[in-house]
């Protein structure tokens, strides 16, 4: 039952680009196209940024973008900006009839 | 607008049990899967199951097998989850979240629901 691997902060200043990265195994990252991440600021609930892999929501902004290669998921963010600050969390199918998160990475614009 | 409105925040015992709901406004309950999560203060999202809003079908994670109990009323488009024989690690914000039609992921969350357990 243990969560993906994230790191545990990244930060950037704005205009920058960081990347947040995911690491997961076959039965779930690697195994399937059913990447999640998700925004959480202070005591609000999660947002939903990126799903299956790279896809954007509708008005999510395309500053957003994701990825995979292999067990590792990742999620860019161009143009960093102030109100990116908050914390992300990858989500991922698992096998079998199963879900799990990441560990979180708190992302901090300086 | 799509929305989930779940139940207030509860204070239980060690040993208790509690139920919180979920209800669906602006868009039919049925037809999707509902998700349960939980997020112990300080710590991340922890998946803890989900139930088929139509055939009533649950899964849940290994963690909380034996204690969580998915149920859902679609008369009044709502969503249930308890949670028994609770322990003083089960203190959390509790959400639920709509699995969106089509892929394995959450687009619609509830606001969550704090749950304390303290003697």
């Not at chain 1, 698992?94 to 300086?110: D, E, N, Q």
């Not at chain 2, 779940?6 to 015992?13: D, I, L």
């Not at chain 2, 922890?46 to 204690?67: K, V, Y």
């Amino acid at each position: 039952q243990s969560a993906l691997t994230q790191p545990a902060s990244v930060s950037g200043s704005p205009g920058q680009s960081i990347t947040i990265s995911c690491t997961g195994s076959s039965s779930d990252v690697g195994g399937y196209n059913l990447v999640s991440w998700f925004q959480q600021h202070p005591g609000k609930a999660p947002k939903l940024m990126i799903y299956d892999v790279s896809n954007r929501p509708s008005g999510v902004s395309n500053r957003f973008s994701g990825s995979k290669s292999g067990n590792t998921a990742s999620l860019t963010i161009s143009g960093l900006q102030a109100e990116d600050e908050a914390d992300y969390y990858c989500h991922s199918y698992r096998t079998i009839s199963s879900y799990v998160f990441g560990t979180g990475t708190k992302v901090t614009v300086l | 607008q799509v929305q989930l409105v779940q139940s207030g925040a509860e204070v239980k015992k060690p040993g208790a049990s509690v139920k919180v709901s979920c209800k669906a406004a602006g868009y039919t309950l049925t037809g999707y899967w509902m998700h349960w999560v939980r997020q112990a203060p300080g710590q991340g999202l922890e998946w803890m199951g989900c139930i088929n809003l139509n055939s009533g079908d649950t899964h849940s994670t290994q963690n909380f097998q034996d204690r969580v109990t998915m149920t859902k009323d679609t008369s009044i488009s709502t969503a249930y989850m308890e949670l028994s024989s609770l322990r003083s690690d089960d203190t959390a914000v509790y959400y639920c979240a709509r699995e969106k039609s089509g892929t394995s992921t959450f687009d619609v969350w509830g606001q969550g629901t704090m749950v304390t357990v303290s003697s």
